[in-house]
């Protein structure tokens, strides 16, 4: 049975697609353990001597010393349990506060018709370009006449004032949403709150997504602002803790400071697994409606 022509060329058309998916395959796989290489490494680190962190007595698997993370958590020095609380403390409370006021500002833009409202939308995207060094000096001196140094307040506040990013990302979502959605339950007796709450708001769910993680994350992480306005020992976030091991005249317990990067990663990684179903579709539909 001979092949014709047009089969040939179906065959070798087939025959390309199974190599180009399966060098795909294979590429993101690669860039998969590329990826996960430096967190096996924290893990490993994390459980292990300082002799097997240093390169001594170096090994690829850990030895698994668990007791790593009891003595993290029993060092009086550093306090480590309290520093994740006062973090957990201000990444919430700052994550609220964007979630709310970024949510109403949001609203406000795209669906209250008002005069000059692109105007206000245009100055509210200018603060992008403001670097935060640039407001530094003037945030510090105004939180220290208020007596807020060595307080959560310079650290949770200025989230409840919005971030321009993220207005601007929910108020695109809230203009790829039918207007007749809106008319239809103000013909109901819903006012914009209810609006907001009951009917928009549900179907925003993956921006707000990408909203609680990216601020959550952001404030988690953040070691420059506790730098500057945590002086209490008692105060310091994790992220202060962490750079509490190291020395600068050697001596640093690597074993300790490996064990509370591992436990300082958890909860960003929890945080993900949950939502990450939210997180990914918000980075799809933002990627398609531009």
Same mark, same amino acid.
């Given at each position: 049975?001979?092949?014709?022509?047009?089969?040939?060329?179906?065959?070798?058309?087939?025959?390309?697609?199974?190599?180009? *998916?399966?060098?795909?395959?294979?590429?993101?796989?690669?860039?998969?353990?590329?990826?996960?290489?430096?967190?096996?490494?924290?893990?490993? *680190?994390?459980?292990?001597?300082?002799?097997?962190?240093?390169?001594?007595?170096?090994?690829?698997?850990?030895?698994?010393?668990?007791?790593?993370?009891?003595?993290?958590?029993?060092?009086?020095?550093?306090?480590?349990?309290?520093?994740?609380? *006062?973090?957990?403390?201000?990444?919430?409370?700052?994550?609220?506060?964007?979630?709310?006021?970024?949510?109403?500002?949001?609203?406000?833009?795209?669906?209250?018709?008002?005069?000059?409202?692109?105007?206000?939308?245009?100055?509210?995207?200018?603060?992008?370009?403001?670097?935060?060094?640039?407001?530094?000096?003037?945030?510090?001196?105004?939180?220290?006449?208020?007596?807020?140094?060595?307080?959560?307040?310079?650290?949770?506040?200025?989230?409840?004032?919005?971030?321009?990013?993220?207005?601007?990302?929910?108020?695109?979502?809230?203009?790829?949403?039918?207007?007749?959605?809106?008319?239809?339950?103000?013909?109901?007796?819903?006012?914009?709150?209810?609006?907001?709450?009951?009917?928009?708001?549900?179907?925003?769910?993956?921006?707000?997504?990408?909203?609680?993680?990216?601020?959550?994350?952001? *404030?988690?992480?953040?070691?420059?602002?506790?730098?500057?306005?945590?002086?209490?020992?008692?105060?310091?976030?994790?992220?202060?803790?962490?750079?509490?091991?190291?020395?600068?005249?050697?001596?640093?317990?690597?074993?300790?400071?490996?064990?509370?990067?591992?436990?300082?990663?958890?909860?960003?990684?929890?945080?993900?697994?949950?939502?990450?179903?939210?997180?990914?579709?918000?980075?799809?539909?933002?990627?398609?409606?531009?």
């Amino acid at each position: 049975m001979t092949t014709t022509a047009p089969q040939l060329g179906k065959q070798r058309k087939k025959a390309r697609g199974v190599l180009g *998916n399966t060098g795909l395959y294979v590429s993101v796989g690669v860039a998969a353990l590329l990826f996960l290489v430096p967190f096996y490494l924290i893990f490993r *680190n994390a459980l292990s001597t300082d002799p097997e962190i240093t390169g001594e007595n170096w090994k690829l698997f850990p030895s698994f010393q668990w007791s790593n993370i009891s003595e993290l958590f029993d060092d009086p020095t550093v306090e480590f349990g309290r520093s994740m609380v *006062n973090s957990l403390v201000v990444a919430v409370s700052t994550t609220l506060g964007t979630l709310l006021v970024c949510s109403l500002a949001g609203y406000g833009l795209a669906r209250i018709p008002y005069k000059h409202a692109n105007k206000v939308f245009y100055a509210v995207l200018a603060t992008l370009m403001v670097p935060q060094v640039v407001r530094l000096v003037p945030e510090y001196l105004g939180f220290s006449r208020l007596g807020m140094v060595n307080t959560y307040w310079p650290l949770i506040l200025p989230a409840w004032f919005g971030s321009a990013f993220n207005i601007f990302l929910l108020r695109q979502f809230f203009t790829t949403i039918p207007v007749e959605m809106d008319e239809s339950a103000k013909l109901d007796g819903a006012g914009p709150m209810r609006i907001l709450w009951d009917i928009l708001v549900p179907q925003i769910k993956p921006a707000l997504a990408v909203v609680m993680i990216g601020s959550f994350t952001f *404030n988690w992480n953040d070691f420059f602002r506790p730098l500057i306005y945590i002086n209490a020992p008692a105060l310091r976030t994790s992220a202060l803790a962490l750079a509490s091991f190291q020395s600068v005249y050697g001596g640093t317990p690597y074993h300790l400071l490996m064990a509370a990067s591992l436990v300082t990663m958890l909860p960003l990684l929890l945080l993900f697994f949950f939502l990450q179903r939210y997180f990914i579709q918000g980075i799809v539909i933002t990627g398609v409606k531009g």
